[in-house]
């Protein structure tokens, strides 16, 4: 089993930047991804990127060009670099991992909010 805490969200103006971690505990062997989600009010639960063990990296198109994910070699922290957010930005960011043989996202994080501002 896996455990997943997020921290780092808050309140940040358009433009700034914010770094999420995403502290893992537990089967932490058992882990091949770990990603990021975020859903805003309203709206689907969005996925954001994702990291693997075998250290593939992979950036959701919309925010290909603003956020950088990147992680520990053990698998026990990831992160979530953002950088000129923007207020569509705004959501509850979720860590997940999936072990080796699932077919989806197994654990997840409680989220961490992250609000911009005009």
């Known amino acids: 089993q896996v455990t997943l805490v997020e921290s780092g969200g808050g309140f940040v103006q358009a433009g700034g930047s914010l770094r999420l971690s995403c502290a893992a505990s537990g089967r932490l062997f058992s882990i091949y991804s770990m990603a990021w989600y975020r859903q805003a009010p309203g709206k689907e639960r969005e996925w954001v990127g994702l990291?693997?063990?075998?250290?593939?990296?992979d950036v959701a198109d919309i925010v290909k060009d603003r956020f950088t994910i990147s992680r520990e070699k053990g698998m026990n922290m990831m992160y979530l670099q953002m950088n000129s957010l923007k207020p569509e930005d705004t959501a509850v960011y979720y860590c997940?991992?999936?072990?080796?043989?699932?077919?989806?996202?197994?654990?997840w994080g409680q989220g961490t909010q992250v609000t911009v501002s005009t």
């Open positions: 990291t693997t063990r075998d250290d593939r990296t």
């Open positions: 997940a991992t999936m072990t080796f043989g699932a077919s989806g996202y197994d654990a």
